[in-house]
């Protein structure tokens, strides 16, 4: 089973400040393979990008992917209040889905 | 639209058989594969298992292999999340999430089901 360690556990930063959040998997993981998750409070995950850069429908400009083999990374540009959240990595391989951890993106 | 809706919060006592479900509309619920995640509280999402509604192929994760059963009924358009005998472990929110077609990601998520066991 492929392992997802994210880093760091938490950020904190400032609305209109730059997230750079990591994923990285024990073996290499194919960028088809690769999702990004945002989850807040109350409600549901929600997709932001598949294979590993795409960004799902109305995903917002800011957010961005990045990464290949073991080595994945989320962007968001300039952070917007309603962004404050934990954000998740996942990836599939062999019938199996896994996620990782998760970052939590907090106001400083 | 698309949306899936799940069933409400339960709180049922160790020991206890439960039966959650999740139900599609606003899109072909046969054509795409329905997963269960759960979250305990305070952590994070794992994945417990599939399922494709159109020919019920089903796929776990060995570490919810044997703890829990993934079902669906295309007729109503619903997939089933259920346990025989519940266990104060089991205590978390509970999505199902459609994979997104042609992709590996899991693009609409229903609203959650909190299932609390307690004696």
């Known amino acids: 089973e492929i392992v997802l360690t994210q880093s760091p556990g938490t950020l904190s930063l400032s609305p209109g400040e730059r997230a750079t959040l990591s994923c990285r998997a024990s073996q290499s993981v194919s960028s088809t393979f690769l999702a990004w998750y945002q989850l807040k409070p109350g409600q549901p995950p929600r997709l932001l990008i598949y294979g590993a850069s795409n960004k799902a429908i109305g995903i917002p400009d800011r957010f961005s992917g990045s990464g290949s083999g073991t080595d994945f990374t989320l962007t968001i540009s300039r952070l917007e209040p309603e962004d404050f959240a934990v954000y998740y990595c996942q990836q599939y391989r062999s019938s199996l889905w896994t996620f990782g951890q998760g970052t939590k993106v907090e106001i400083k | 639209e698309v949306q899936l809706v799940q069933s409400g919060a339960e709180v049922k006592k160790p020991g206890e058989s439960l039966k959650i479900s999740c139900k599609g509309s606003g899109y072909s619920f046969t054509d795409y594969w329905i997963a269960w995640v759960r979250q305990m509280p305070g952590k994070g999402l794992e994945w417990m298992g599939i399922?494709?509604?159109?020919?019920?192929?089903?796929k776990y994760s060995p570490s919810f292999q044997g703890q829990v059963t993934v079902s669906a009924d295309k007729s109503i358009s619903t997939a089933y999340l259920q346990w025989s005998s519940l266990k104060a472990s089991d205590t978390a929110m509970y999505y199902c999430?459609?994979?997104?077609?042609?992709?590996?990601?899991?693009?609409?998520w229903g609203q959650g089901t909190l299932v609390t066991v307690s004696s």
């Open positions: 399922i494709h509604p159109g020919d019920s192929a089903i």
């Open positions: 999430a459609r994979r997104l077609g042609g992709h590996w990601a899991f693009d609409y």
